[in-house]
């Protein structure tokens, strides 16, 4: 029986790369207010900082991560002094412009009539900052009171923990193939791999189902398992 599905959050549920272009797109145009220096500095290298620093920091909090990858942007201008200014400024634009893909909310309304809903992420895209707030019976971040990342089969212990139900009953819905289909299927819990790309699938684990849109849940999850009774 399924009684409860929880959600991955960026690229998920929240359309994450236009806000953090846009929070780093402030961060440019700040860093050339201040300094001549930074004239020529363009948005590819603030965007590709992530990705110098992110291999020998894959394990911390994504915000320890962004703050490493700001003060490389930041040496490029000589502005290496300002980091918790400019995170300041990078955080605050991101999540002013982080929200819902557009077919998530209409899902999750039709979902909660059926399931319990959670929300369990690496990130720091905190549901209430995102456009998210009160959508979810349960909500848990990566780092929190020692929770490590995804992969780790801790964070979906705790995914099972906050449901109350046990792992069967549970599907995980996601963007990553490795964190959100083969994690949790060794967990023991279900999955549905979101693939909004289009891309081919891995070869090895098979998800319980794949969708290109989560409007598509219902109906797919309707069909996986028979569901619990409200109330049942």
């Not at 209430?128 to 992969?151: D, M, Q, T, V």
């Not at 819990?189 to 790309?197: F, G």
């Not at 189902?209 to 409007?215: G, I, L, N, R």
């Not at 999850?221 to 569901?227: I, Q």
Request: aromatic letters at 8%; proline letters at 7%.
């Amino acid at each position: 029986m399924l009684t409860t599905v929880v959600f991955d959050a960026d690229e998920t549920l929240l359309d994450l790369r236009p806000a953090v272009t846009g929070g780093l797109a402030a961060v440019l145009d700040e860093m050339r207010r201040r300094t001549p220096a930074a004239a020529e500095v363009t948005l590819f290298e603030l965007e590709s900082d992530w990705g110098a620093v992110f291999g020998e920091l894959a394990a911390a909090p994504v915000m320890e991560i962004r703050r490493a990858a700001l003060a490389r942007s930041l040496a490029r201008a000589e502005l290496g002094d300002h980091l918790d200014e400019f995170a300041a400024l990078f955080f605050a634009r991101r999540f002013a412009l982080t929200r819902p893909f557009p077919d998530v909310p209409r899902a999750l309304a039709t979902l909660r009539a059926s399931y319990t809903l959670g929300f369990a992420t690496n990130g720091n895209s905190r549901a209430e900052r995102c456009g998210l707030a009160g959508e979810f019976a349960f909500e848990l971040y990566a780092h929190e009171n020692g929770l490590p990342k995804k992969p780790a089969q801790e964070f979906f212990a705790a995914v099972v923990k906050a449901a109350g139900v046990p792992a069967e009953q549970i599907v995980y819905v996601g963007d990553s193939w490795e964190h959100d289909v083969v994690a949790p299927r060794g967990a023991g819990l279900r999955s549905v791999w979101l693939n909004r790309a289009g891309l081919p699938r891995p070869r090895g684990v098979v998800p319980d189902a794949e969708v290109s849109t989560v409007a598509a849940l219902p109906a797919v999850l309707a069909d996986l398992l028979p569901r619990a009774e409200p109330g049942g």
